[in-house]
């Protein structure tokens, strides 16, 4: 109960230092997935995703909504936001060291219809030749219907062109660890992305691509014979920056 407070008082506290924060950049997306070999539920799905990313004058913001149809008619909801707080902008002192440019607190919650999820820890910014950004979370999850576990997230984003082809490598790799009534878990998801909007002269980033999702155990259920849920899923993918 103690640490249920500790992770709402946080998420409350990101709410809060949120409304009276300067946002130095910010970037809102729509992106489109289709693919057939989804596991947990219907193998075939379309999801579509509103997301938003932003850089404030005390740390960073990265929140996600995904709108999933299924073609048995299924219908769900799921959000992710994932503010991260800089010890450098909050005390004004570089907290820069090796490769790490920063050190932050880093709070997400993950939000369905089953169950609310809260995730609080330590987080890193790394410097890494040709990757324009990379990051390194180490969060304490409290789950809300399972044991309290551990997770290490790992996200990335390289660019690079081939002609005057630009294109865009990113994506995340989250593992979560056993506890007793879940299993360790892996979810390895990156798109490759091919941008179309130099080739258009439009303004507006317009990718199109792939993502491909490696997740083992998916949800912590343990794969077996009779009820697989280790998923290896590519989806055709179109992403609009607005």
């Not at 949120?18 to 219907?42: E, F, H, P």
């Not at 005390?58 to 909504?65: E, I, T, V, Y």
């Not at 180490?138 to 997770?151: G, V």
């Amino acid at each position: 109960m103690k640490l249920t407070k500790l992770a709402i008082a946080g998420v409350m506290l990101a709410l809060s230092t949120a409304s009276c924060a300067d946002i130095l950049w910010q970037d809102l997306s729509l992106s489109y997935l289709n693919g057939s070999n989804y596991r947990v539920g219907d193998a075939d799905r379309q999801v579509y995703t509103l997301e938003h990313v932003a850089g404030t004058s005390w740390g960073d913001s990265f929140m996600f909504l995904d709108h999933l149809r299924s073609d048995n008619g299924a219908r769900e909801n799921y959000a992710e936001w994932a503010p991260r707080f800089s010890l450098t902008k909050l005390s004004g002192t570089n907290s820069n060291f090796g490769i790490v440019k920063d050190v932050l607190i880093a709070t997400q919650i993950e939000m369905s219809n089953l169950q609310t999820n809260y995730l609080y820890g330590v987080g890193f910014d790394l410097a890494l030749p040709a990757f324009k950004y990379t990051q390194l979370n180490l969060y304490r999850r409290q789950n809300e219907n399972a044991d309290d576990s551990w997770q290490a997230t790992l996200v990335w984003g390289v660019p690079f062109t081939i002609g005057r082809h630009e294109f865009l490598y990113d994506g995340f790799l989250d593992w979560a660890s056993a506890s007793a009534d879940k299993s360790a878990n892996m979810n390895f998801t990156s798109q490759l992305k091919w941008a179309l909007h130099p080739l258009l002269g439009i303004k507006s980033k317009l990718y199109l691509g792939v993502e491909y999702a490696y997740w083992l155990n998916k949800f912590g259920i343990k794969d077996c014979l009779g009820f697989r849920t280790n998923e290896s899923n590519l989806n055709l993918l179109v992403k609009w920056h607005f």
